[in-house]
């Protein structure tokens, strides 16, 4: 069976002074703290919220 593929974000700046609705696609991401590292599936709707808040987090591993 093949695994789906997942894609490791880490948050590395700090939420204040952005929109509430940056802040809260971190939230839905599992990002609230800078430095928390989450492993999450790579789909359409996860790339979205990425580019979202893309000055904010970083992609530190793409897997297979």
Same mark, same amino acid.
């Given at each position: 069976?093949? &695994?789906?593929k997942?894609i490791?974000?880490?948050q590395?700046?700090?939420? /204040? #002074?952005? $929109?509430f609705?940056? =802040?809260?696609t /971190? !939230?839905? /991401?599992?990002l609230?703290k800078?430095? #928390? !590292? #989450?492993?999450l599936?790579?789909?359409?709707?996860? &790339?979205?919220?990425? =580019?979202?808040v &893309? $000055? /904010? !987090? =970083?992609? !530190?591993?793409?897997?297979?």
């Open positions: 069976m093949a &695994q789906a997942t490791k974000i880490e590395v700046a700090s939420p /204040l #002074r952005k $929109h609705d940056q =802040r809260q /971190l !939230v839905g /991401l599992g609230n800078i430095g #928390r !590292v #989450r492993e599936p790579d789909n359409a709707s996860t &790339q979205g919220m990425i =580019r979202k &893309q $000055h /904010l !987090v =970083r992609v !530190v591993d793409g897997k297979k």
